[in-house]
Every structure is written in C-alpha cells, then in structure tokens.
C-alpha cells in the first residue's frame, strides 16, 4: 500500500491524495488550488495519475479546495462512484455548477485580454452538472465498501454541513491498515454544527493544520468586536462588506446577526446576502435541521415566535442587475458576499466601491491564503488591484479570527488526543508550512507521536 500526496501538503488548498493497493487505486478529495501565482497553471496542468486507473474517490466535504476539480477528473476519463455524504451531495449539486461558471467568466475575461494565449475554462457549467451523476451519498456512521479490500465510515468532522472525517480499513493480503483522513475539523463550541468526532484507533492519520499554529481569539470576544464595528460603521453612515465562504461562513454570520439582535445588541439591521450560491446553500441548510446543534434549534424558535418587525432585514439578492444597485447603496448595508478569499466573484464589485470609503469596513471571517486578495488586506497592504484598477484602501480591515470554521491548534491536539495510542504514522496536510510544522512539533512533544510533515508529489509506503 502507498500514499502520494498531490495536494494540500505544507499548503492549504488543492487537497488530493493517492492510495495505490495491488487491485485497487483511490482518490481522497480532488480540490482546486486557490491563490498564489501559479494557481491557474496548475488547475489547468494534466493530472500526475491516470485518471482512468482510478476506481473510486471519497470525498471530505463540499468546498472547492477540496472537491472542485472532480468535474475535471471526469472529463479526464474517471467513470467511478464519488461517495460523500448526503449533505455534501447536496451542496455540490450548487457548488461545481458555479465553480464551472466562474471558470466560464474567467476564461472568457483572459481571451478578450491576452487572444490566443488564453486556456479555456478548466470545465464548463455542462461538464460541472455531468460530473454529478458520479455522486454516491452516503449516511454518517453507515459502514459500506467501495471495493472488496476498502470499507469506509463517514463521520462527522463539524467544520461545514456535510464535512466528514473519513475512516478506513484497507486490506491487502495477509496485510491490513486503518487510515484515517481528519478533512477539515471544525472548532469546538461553534453554533449550528455539532463537535467533531473523536476517532480512537488509526495506524495512519492524515490531520489537516490550517491553524496549527495558533490559537482562535475566543468566540464572545469575536462577538463583541462584529457587535462594535457594526454598530460604529452603520453609525458613522458607512457599508459592512463581509467577503464570505457561501458554505458555512455566510450562515454561521447570520446565525450570529440574528442572536445579537436578539439579544438587544443590534437591532435594524439591513443584510444582504449577495451570493446566488449562498443563497441556495442557505436553503439546503435549513433542509437539513438533523445536523443542527441544540443552540442553532433554540435561536430557530426565537425566529419563528418574534414578529417580523424586531428582527433584521434579510435581502437575498437574485440577480446581477439587483448586485449592481447594492453599489449604489452609500449607507447602512451589511453586504456578505461569496469569494471568502475575495478572488472571484460579486466581492471584488462591492470592495472596489466601498474600499476607498473611509466611513466604511471590511469584516474578514475567515482563512485568507497566501497571494489572495484577502490575504493582502489582512496583511494591510494601503493599495490593492481589482479589476485591473489601483484602489487606496481607506475602509477600516477587521480579521475576526474566531468564526474559523477550522480547528486552532489547541483544538486540534484536543482532537489528538482523544486517540487511545498514538497513530501508527501520522502525516500533517492541509496547512502552510510554518502551520504544518508548529502542529507537528506540538504532536511529537506533547503525544510522542512519530509524524511526517510530506512535499507535494512525495510517496510513502503504509
């Protein structure tokens, strides 16, 4: 048996990785690169496996870092089964349709800028909708066998509706190993989702590292300061741009908007939710109330018993028409807005109008990576290019580090140690390198396990 990591290994995005067993050869995840100067080359490179030979894949979760280049994998020749969760299913059915979208735009933008040296889109919105036939849902805690040698149990991982930490039992021969993938694992304590599941027994381990190196500022503290900026910004007769994951992020900070107000804290509030796919996200979570935790099941009540007046104004904007007269909105709006990395999508329009506006904010709620242009308003960088336009940045820039849908680095090592002895081998992914090696420094010293910290593209027999 042997693993090659093909992603995600000392960086956070492109999560791939490549079981090779005598009969039978499987992916987990196939996520895109996201940020960085050579993101785009390496989306659009040829994959380094024959994507033929693969027999199945399984996936985490539904964010594109991790699952949108499945819709290439299948253009490329892979005719299998996608197992993930029922959840995961659903997203997706939104998520790579507008992936495809994007890579539709983005494509057509570089041919009417650079002619004939422009790449098409990696995939089409129709190769997106194709892809998911391949999708095989499947139940948290239901054990099922993708091939003779593999069976496979999704459990929950809390980091957005649908994540999953992914155990498996391979068995070669005489030979037999349990591995287990940690995916995204969500903090703690966070609303809406329930905690991660402890795993007790793996030979190998992939932990992912996103924050494995720090520590989230707790999460009254965050609230407190999202209470203050909205409030001093709307009163000051500025906007609230929120660059936001659609998946998650945009429902956990409405979940919070409408418990502030309940609370007293804030109240008219005028929100708009400019993110087509968010909103349809937002659909599919309340869809699935199952998966809630007991505060997310509380505040629903408090909503549907209080009159429509005392609670905030929800707009989901449809169309782009009602997207370009957002822009026209000089006061009072509270704009959340898909990329979370403010790279693509409907953001760049509201940051490019509100940006150079003093009397405005920026709320950052999540992981920005490297060479994004969220990464460089966090880094505070006075100007910034959108649009092909050199923009002052004015507008005040908050980073509220506790609404990480990931773990931090305690929270990690809590997860950690929730195994009975340590892993077999364990390998940390899903993190930049400082990240990386701080959670592996903090594994050895503190657990005394024996983990590997693999490059992009290295093998490692099991």
Same mark, same amino acid.
């Given at each position: 048996?042997?693993?090659?990591?093909?992603?995600? /290994?000392?960086?956070?995005?492109?999560?791939?990785?490549?079981?090779?067993?005598?009969?039978?050869?499987?992916?987990?995840?196939?996520?895109?690169?996201?940020?960085?100067?050579?993101?785009?080359?390496?989306?659009?490179?040829?994959?380094?496996?024959?994507?033929? /030979?693969?027999?199945?894949?399984?996936?985490?979760?539904?964010?594109?870092?991790?699952?949108?280049?499945?819709?290439?994998?299948?253009?490329?020749?892979?005719?299998?089964?996608?197992?993930?969760?029922?959840?995961?299913?659903?997203?997706?059915?939104?998520?790579?349709?507008?992936?495809?979208?994007? $890579?539709?735009?983005?494509?057509?933008?570089?041919?009417?800028?650079?002619?004939?040296?422009?790449?098409?889109?990696?995939?089409?919105?129709?190769?997106?909708?194709?892809?998911?036939?391949?999708?095989?849902?499947?139940?948290?805690?239901?054990?099922?066998?993708?091939?003779?040698?593999?069976?496979?149990?999704?459990?929950?991982?809390?980091?957005?509706?649908?994540?999953?930490?992914?155990?498996?039992?391979?068995?070669?021969?005489?030979?037999?190993?349990?591995?287990?993938?940690?995916?995204?694992?969500?903090?703690?304590?966070?609303?809406?989702?329930?905690?991660?599941?402890?795993?007790?027994?793996?030979?190998?381990?992939?932990?992912?590292?996103?924050?494995?190196?720090?520590?989230?500022?707790?999460?009254?503290?965050?609230?407190?300061?999202? /209470?203050?900026?909205?409030?001093?910004?709307?009163?000051?007769?500025?906007?609230?741009?929120?660059?936001?994951?659609?998946?998650?992020?945009?429902?956990?900070?409405?979940?919070?908007?409408?418990?502030?107000?309940? $609370?007293?804290?804030?109240?008219?509030?005028?929100?708009?939710?400019?993110?087509?796919?968010?909103?349809?996200?937002?659909?599919?979570?309340?869809?699935?109330?199952?998966?809630?935790?007991?505060?997310?099941?509380?505040?629903?009540?408090?909503?549907?018993?209080?009159?429509?007046?005392?609670?905030?104004?929800?707009?989901?904007?449809?169309?782009?028409?009602?997207?370009?007269?957002?822009?026209?909105?000089?006061?009072?709006?509270?704009?959340?807005?898909?990329?979370?990395?403010?790279?693509?999508?409907?953001?760049?329009?509201?940051?490019?109008?509100?940006?150079?506006?003093?009397?405005?904010?920026?709320?950052?709620?999540?992981?920005?990576?490297?060479?994004?242009?969220?990464?460089?308003?966090?880094?505070?960088?006075?100007?910034?290019?959108?649009?092909?336009?050199?923009?002052?940045?004015?507008?005040?820039?908050?980073?509220?580090?506790?609404?990480?849908?990931?773990?931090?680095?305690?929270?990690?090592?809590?997860?950690?140690?929730?195994?009975?002895?340590?892993?077999?081998?364990?390998?940390?992914?899903?993190?930049?390198?400082?990240?990386?090696?701080?959670?592996?420094?903090?594994?050895?010293?503190?657990?005394?396990?024996?983990?590997?910290?693999?490059?992009?593209?290295?093998?490692?027999?099991?």
């Amino acid at each position: 048996m042997k693993i090659r990591f093909l992603g995600a /290994a000392r960086e956070v995005t492109g999560s791939c990785y490549l079981i090779e067993m005598e009969r039978c050869r499987f992916l987990v995840d196939c996520g895109m690169v996201q940020g960085g100067r050579d993101a785009v080359d390496r989306n659009h490179h040829a994959f380094d496996f024959d994507p033929r /030979a693969i027999d199945f894949v399984l996936l985490t979760h539904a964010h594109i870092d991790h699952s949108g280049l499945l819709p290439k994998l299948a253009l490329a020749g892979f005719g299998g089964p996608i197992y993930t969760t029922r959840a995961t299913a659903d997203l997706l059915g939104v998520m790579l349709p507008d992936s495809g979208h994007i $890579q539709e735009v983005e494509a057509d933008r570089a041919t009417r800028r650079h002619r004939s040296n422009a790449a098409g889109p990696i995939y089409t919105v129709r190769d997106a909708k194709d892809s998911l036939a391949q999708l095989q849902p499947v139940d948290y805690e239901k054990r099922f066998s993708p091939h003779p040698e593999v069976d496979c149990c999704f459990r929950d991982a809390g980091h957005i509706l649908g994540s999953a930490i992914i155990e498996l039992w391979l068995t070669e021969g005489a030979r037999s190993c349990k591995l287990v993938a940690s995916g995204d694992l969500g903090q703690p304590g966070r609303p809406i989702l329930r905690d991660p599941i402890r795993i007790e027994q793996a030979d190998v381990l992939l932990i992912e590292s996103t924050y494995g190196d720090r520590n989230h500022k707790d999460l009254p503290a965050t609230l407190d300061e999202l /209470a203050q900026v909205v409030e001093t910004t709307l009163q000051r007769k500025g906007n609230v741009i929120v660059p936001a994951f659609a998946v998650g992020r945009t429902q956990e900070l409405l979940y919070h908007l409408h418990q502030l107000t309940e $609370q007293g804290r804030l109240r008219d509030l005028n929100i708009y939710v400019d993110s087509p796919m968010a909103t349809a996200v937002t659909k599919i979570t309340r869809s699935h109330f199952e998966l809630f935790d007991t505060e997310a099941r509380r505040l629903r009540q408090w909503q549907a018993q209080t009159h429509p007046s005392r609670l905030p104004k929800l707009h989901f904007v449809a169309d782009v028409a009602e997207s370009k007269a957002l822009n026209q909105v000089r006061s009072g709006a509270i704009i959340i807005s898909a990329s979370g990395m403010c790279d693509a999508g409907r953001i760049k329009h509201h940051l490019r109008h509100n940006l150079g506006r003093p009397e405005c904010s920026v709320l950052i709620t999540g992981f920005q990576a490297g060479g994004t242009l969220g990464r460089r308003l966090v880094d505070g960088d006075k100007q910034v290019r959108i649009f092909g336009e050199e923009l002052a940045v004015r507008a005040s820039i908050h980073t509220l580090g506790g609404f990480s849908a990931h773990a931090d680095q305690q929270a990690l090592l809590d997860w950690a140690g929730g195994f009975l002895r340590p892993p077999g081998r364990s390998f940390v992914v899903h993190g930049e390198a400082a990240a990386a090696d701080s959670l592996a420094q903090q594994l050895r010293t503190r657990l005394n396990w024996t983990v590997d910290m693999p490059q992009r593209g290295q093998s490692f027999t099991l």
